[in-house]
T-cell receptor, first 115, second 114 residues
Framework: GAVVSQHPSRVICKSGTSVKIECRSL??????MFWYRQFPKQSLMLMAT?????????EQGVEKDKFLINHASLTLSTLTVTSAHPEDSSFYIC???????????FGEGSRLTVL | GENVEQHPSTLSVQEGDSAVIKCTYS??????FPWYKQELGKGPQLIID?????GEKKDQRIAVTLNKTAKHFSLHITETQPEDSAVYFC?????????????FGSGTQLTVLP
């Protein structure tokens, strides 16, 4: 079964609204989770590193006020796309590293469509 | 920073044939090289990985080879099956499991024709 779970898998929203995506690690506690964005037929682009109990670390060019990340517990990180616009439509994927094995597990992804 | 190039971008093979995907990397400090399989509408799944102290690793029909001198590594899938059809990504990192420093290749769409 899934080790890292994302919800929702698909979401459609109107322009100007905010959307929250959840990422949960089911089998281990993850002090660090990662959020990626993937455009069609392209590779994964790391957006930010989510740190439990502290601020997220954003990659260059990623707007922190646009993509709010909260990592309030060792098993849950959330990504909120604020004031979404059609250009924010994409496939968002999270990942978490099992601290015991070091293996990186990815979520199933969340398809965001902004109308 | 690290740059990972992946070829080919698309690959079609007949069922039962072998498929080979190649990646090159630029940072000699990289020592961890995972391969991921991504099915349509899903997140990537780790299928095999190799560390720089090993030249080859095999897991059933899947094998990965690493040439540190030439800075390239390859994924080999033998006896391909239709369910192998997916996008495959290579990646490189200077530290095992350090997603912050994991650089992905551009992906290869593999199609196995029945």
């Amino acid at each position: 079964g899934a080790v890292v779970s994302q919800h929702p898998s698909r979401v459609i929203c109107k322009s100007g609204t905010s959307v929250k995506i959840e990422c949960r690690s089911l089998d281990f506690q993850a002090t660090t989770m990662f959020w990626y964005r993937q455009f069609p037929k392209q590779s994964l682009m790391l957006m930010a590193t989510s740190n439990e109990g502290s601020k997220a670390t954003y990659e260059q060019g990623v707007e922190k006020d646009k993509f709010l990340i909260n990592h309030a517990s060792l098993t849950l990180s959330t990504l909120t796309v604020t004031s979404a616009h059609p250009e924010d439509s994409s496939f968002y994927i999270c990942s978490a590293r099992d601290p015991t094995t070091g293996e990186l597990f990815f979520g199933e992804g969340s398809r965001l469509t902004v109308l | 920073g690290e740059n990972v190039e992946q070829h080919p971008s698309t690959l079609s093979v007949q069922e039962g044939d072998s498929a080979v995907i190649k990646c090159t990397y630029s940072d000699s400090a990289s020592n961890y090289f995972p391969w991921y399989k991504q099915e349509l509408g899903k997140g990537p799944q780790l299928i095999i990985d190799i560390r720089s102290n090993v030249g080859e690793k095999k897991d059933q029909r899947i094998a990965v080879t690493l040439n540190k001198t030439a800075k390239h590594f390859s994924l080999h899938i033998t006896e391909t099956q239709p369910e192998d059809s997916a996008v495959y990504f290579c990646a490189a990192s200077p530290h095992s499991g350090s997603a912050r420093q994991l650089t992905f290749g551009s992906g290869t769409q593999l199609t196995v024709l029945p």
